[in-house]
């Protein structure tokens, strides 16, 4: 059994480093299409006949999910040959802050790029943050549905596990400082003190990596939610869902100098690096997390959804485009599409995707800017949602630019529509955190008011003003919301602007 971190590299075969763009870029494409000629979309659209990026950008159409839904649904039902050679391996469910819900084809080639892109990351994390020993918790979502099919019986759902590939099955079992198994609990209770209690045993825990910085500020909230549950699991043992657990009198305590102090120094003195997202919305709670964990180096993760993957982590902690695990083209303001080494330095574009998954020139709606080049490779920084907008009465507020409107806000901060009465947006705020907000409130205004539409409604009055509503726990009404019971616990996102209402609709009715 590989103990030593720095053998991990050991475990993964060396993977195409990318020389040239251009090169990688259309490479990856024409095999992808050489592979998919003979299926019923490359028939539809000719693959057999493209013989370069221009071509294929010339005869394939852009879309989005709505216009390849019926070739998805019928893949569900067990069609073979129609958006990629064979079945899936699986379905991911998603769905984005609007719209119903997706499901996204996991094919053998996409897993392959997957892993191209993110294992090296992963590979050479030991030796960037001089990680030689220790634990690592990787994020082990509830079991927040029965497992399931689609009609055609293809599974809905991958384990985590998977995703990394059978060769690195058992370092991680080894390594993770919670057993995989503890995301086959349901409840969500069980499933928080199980986890704590087997990340509170752990003192050698070196490495965090989850997707959302919400996910870990949760568990963290959970230390205090479970304090005496947790405290006498650790003190007398006992079993729990299935799982046997042994008493554990130093991490009592341990859990005690934690609940007196609030360093999280005391639980995880070895903690190296916290990895997570750290770009658009989720950066209040990226911040928010260092400020729980001074102690501690963090690294943002890239730009990474279930569609496939955009961008990871260089050596230099960049988020740099994965050019030998997908096809990117790049929407400017005015519509035109640039290849990856067509990028200008600090322009902003739409990231269109095309993937070994049956996803050809597909609108992900992400909006990255340019940050030059590093190797031959564009640094990307995401910058938010360019698809998710509200438009009450035609001020056209887009995702991305309500995030810059409320950047410097500590803590949940979050935009939403309000339906009841006359139109107009409230402002979300953490009680514990804003105790005053006349001043937040009138900051967030005057940015809103950059946008000459969303100024014009409120000097017409037809918007009213910004409305504050300070909750108690926010961010977990947010996350335990049942909006959220098909996506996996890790997987969610806090936008800066929200549309869907429906997990405060009971809160909305009382200060309409």
């Known amino acids: 059994m590989i103990s030593d971190w720095q053998q991990l590299p050991d475990l993964i075969p060396p993977q195409p480093v990318a020389v040239d763009c251009r090169r990688q870029q259309q490479a990856w494409l024409l095999e992808c299409l050489q592979e998919n000629k003979n299926t019923d979309y490359g028939r539809q659209h000719n693959f057999d006949r493209i013989a370069s990026m221009e071509s294929f950008r010339d005869t394939v159409p852009l879309v989005s999910y709505e216009d390849i839904r019926p070739y998805i649904e019928r893949i569900a039902a067990g069609a073979t040959d129609v958006l990629f050679s064979g079945k899936p391996l699986a379905f991911e469910r998603t769905s984005g802050s609007s719209g119903r819900e997706k499901l996204i084809p996991y094919s053998q080639h996409s897993l392959r790029d997957f892993q191209r892109a993110v294992l090296p990351w992963l590979c050479h994390l030991p030796q960037q943050y001089a990680i030689s020993t220790g634990t690592a918790y990787w994020a082990v979502s509830p079991a927040g549905r029965q497992a399931e099919t689609t009609s055609g019986g293809i599974p809905i759902g991958m384990s985590d596990a998977a995703y990394l590939g059978e060769a690195l099955l058992p370092f991680f079992a080894h390594c993770s400082a919670v057993p995989p198994q503890v995301g086959e609990v349901s409840d969500i209770r069980d499933w928080q003190l199980l986890s704590l ?275 108690d726990e926010p961010l977990s009404a947010f996350i335990n919301s049942p909006v959220h019971r098909e996506t996996r616990l890790g997987d969610i996102k806090v936008p800066a602007l929200c549309v869907k209402t429906a997990w405060l609709d009971d809160i909305l009715e009382s200060v309409a």
């Open 197 to 471: 209690y087997y990340l509170v045993t752990r003192q050698d825990l070196v490495l965090v990596s989850v997707w959302s910085p919400t996910f870990f500020l949760l568990l963290l909230e959970a230390l205090d939610h479970l304090y005496q549950p947790l405290q006498t699991l650790l003190d007398e043992g006992g079993t729990l869902a299935g799982h046997t657990m042994a008493a554990d009198p130093a991490a009592v305590e341990c859990l005690h100098n934690y609940h007196e102090n609030r360093d999280t120094r005391i639980l995880w003195p070895n903690l190296q690096l916290i990895s997570c997202w750290a770009a658009g919305a989720s950066q209040p709670f990226y911040h928010t997390l260092q400020q729980r964990f001074p102690h501690v180096a963090f690294q943002a993760k890239g730009l990474l959804s279930t569609e496939g993957v955009v961008t990871v982590p260089n050596d230099d902690n960049q988020p740099v485009l994965t050019v030998n695990s997908g096809f990117y083209e790049f929407l400017t303001a005015d519509g035109r599409s640039l290849f990856a080494h067509e990028l200008t330095t600090g322009d902003e574009y739409e990231v269109v995707m095309t993937t070994a998954g049956g996803l050809y020139r597909y609108r992900t709606g992400d909006l990255v800017r340019c940050g030059g080049y590093t190797n031959g490779l564009p640094i990307l920084h995401f910058m938010g949602r360019g698809n998710l907008t509200s438009d009450l009465v035609g001020e056209k507020l887009h995702e991305a630019f309500v995030a810059g409107c409320l950047e410097g806000i500590n803590g949940f901060r979050m935009v939403m529509p309000r339906l009841q009465g006359k139109p107009g947006y409230l402002l979300i705020l953490d009680r514990k955190i804003h105790h005053t907000n006349a001043a937040v409130v009138e900051k967030v205004e005057q940015a809103l008011a950059a946008n000459p539409h969303y100024a014009y409604a409120r000097k017409l009055g037809q918007l009213s003003a910004l409305q504050p509503l300070l909750l």
